[in-house]
């Protein structure tokens, strides 16, 4: 199968590519960043420039493409996003309307989309499911839900196979790309290259987080289930939701004597409170037999020394993370 990926240069797309040419498709990779080393994409990926905003750009690599599936990852994340609101909307919002014009245009057969916890807002109980009332706070959450509604939409007025998971914060040995969850992966990332971290939230903040391998294994299955089985176009997905002390003290079991604090920044951990414990991911284990496969301590047992690794191989892919 032909697969298009766009913002495939972000933390989910080069995993996600790795895992599609292990299962034989012909992946091809687009974002606006310049093609990644030859130590972290197979140099016999395709890769596409390509700026989600440009309607013509969009409609021009779909055509000569013509892929079966697309993934649409293209994305500015919620702390990012609210440094320039207006610039998330475009990439967000008309960067995904480009997408599923692209989709309706060209044929393409099925659109996969990442959705997100940031969908949900303040008021809600602990542990979500999908149908409840969506008030985001961030721009970055309130494209994804206008995204989720703009899909269904092209499913039910042009048949368009139009599928998504609301991801947890995602956790991997890759450089974050402006989440609000980035907190935890910095607690493994600043335990192994400094041995310390303050982290910018409270120790009892709580969110809905996932290890990357389970986030690719869902973003691979979804599009596999039989359409019939499908009572909706979007699942949440969830995996394991520990408070920021217990991340901590499962790092600290890793890297024994590593200093994690905390000081909370105010406008990212009112984000945080905005978002749900945990998701409810029952529709998605019932329609396409979803499980998580990874909690908080195997992550943490696997993760520390692809992190490790990874310092090691390329100390300047981590050195600048902003925090
Ligand atoms: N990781 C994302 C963020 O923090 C949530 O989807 O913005």
Same mark, same amino acid.
């Given at each position: ?7 495939? #240069?972000?933390?989910? #797309? ?11 498709? *012909? ?28 309607? *013509? !750009?969009?409609?021009?690599?779909? #055509? ?17 996003? %609210? /440094? ?46 999908? $149908? ?38 995602? /956790? ?11 907190? =935890? ?38 599009? *596999? ?13 969830? =995996?394991?939701?520990?408070?920021? +002390? +217990? /991340? ?14 905390? *000081? ?6 009112? /984000? ?8 409810? $991911? ?6 396409? #037999? ?15 020394? !692809?992190?490790? %690794?990874?310092?090691?191989? $390329? ?9």
């Amino acid at each position: 199968m032909r697969v298009l990926v766009t913002g495939a #240069g972000g933390q989910v #797309g080069l995993d996600l590519i790795a895992e599609l040419c292990a299962g034989g498709h *012909e992946a091809h990779g687009s974002d606006v960043v310049a093609r990644p080393g030859a130590g972290v994409l197979d140099p016999a990926v395709p890769w596409h420039g390509l700026d989600v905003t440009d309607p *013509e !750009r969009v409609d021009g690599l779909v #055509g000569e493409i013509r892929p079966d599936r697309i993934y649409h990852l293209a994305a500015i994340l919620s702390a990012r996003g %609210e /440094i320039n609101p207006q610039r998330t909307y475009l990439v967000n919002q008309q960067g995904t309307w480009n997408v599923l014009e692209a989709c309706r245009t060209h044929g393409v057969e099925q659109l996969i989309f990442t959705s997100t916890i940031a969908a949900y807002g303040p008021g809600l109980p602990p542990t979500v499911p999908e $149908d409840v009332p969506l008030h985001p706070t961030t721009m970055y959450g309130v494209t994804k839900v206008a995204g989720e509604l703009l899909g269904e939409y092209y499913h039910h007025r042009y048949g368009l196979d139009f599928r998504g998971v609301r991801f947890p914060g995602l /956790i991997s040995a890759s450089l974050p790309g402006g989440g609000t969850s980035d907190y =935890a992966l910095f607690m493994y990332v600043d335990g192994v290259r400094h041995g310390a971290y303050q982290a910018f939230c409270r120790a009892d903040t709580r969110i809905p987080l996932m290890y990357m391998p389970d986030g690719i294994r869902a973003l691979v299955e979804l599009p *596999e289930a039989p359409r019939s089985r499908l009572r909706r176009c979007i699942y949440n997905v969830a =995996a394991f939701s520990p408070s920021a +002390q +217990q /991340i901590a003290d499962s790092v600290a079991r890793a890297i024994p004597g590593v200093r994690i604090g905390f *000081e909370p920044d105010p406008r990212r951990q009112a /984000i945080l409170d905005s978002w749900p414990d945990a998701l409810d $991911d029952a529709a998605a284990r019932a329609d396409w #037999g979803w499980q998580c496969r990874f909690d908080l301590d195997a992550m943490t047992d696997d993760l520390v020394p !692809r992190v490790r %690794e990874l310092l090691e191989r $390329d100390p300047d892919q981590l050195g600048n993370a902003p925090h």
